[in-house]
């Protein structure tokens, strides 16, 4: 999936980029969608597809409904070859 990014100097490019999902806890747990986003020395962040606001790993499983989880990785799915919004 191709995203479009706004540089520093006001350019738009295009990066490749994967689809990350996480579902809340139970039966009827809420879905939320972000973008994988990198930045720094190995520091993982995800866009939020709702508000654009950038979200740790932790945070985006919280805010999906999952509560605080000792390895918030396991609990985030990366689909790189999906449409988002599904």
């Not at 006001?10 to 990350?20: F, N, Q, S, V």
Request: net charge positive; aromatic share 8%; hydrophobic share 35%.
């Amino acid at each position: 999936m191709s995203v479009i990014v706004r540089r520093g100097s006001g350019r738009i490019a295009t990066e490749k980029t994967a689809l990350l999902s996480t579902r809340g806890d139970g039966r009827n747990g809420r879905k939320i969608q972000g973008f994988l986003y990198k930045c720094g020395w190995g520091e993982v962040r995800i866009v939020y597809v709702c508000h654009g606001s950038f979200l740790m790993p932790a945070e985006f499983v919280k805010h999906g409904g999952g509560g605080d989880v000792a390895h918030p990785l396991k609990h985030i799915i990366a689909n790189p070859s999906s449409p988002p919004f599904l």
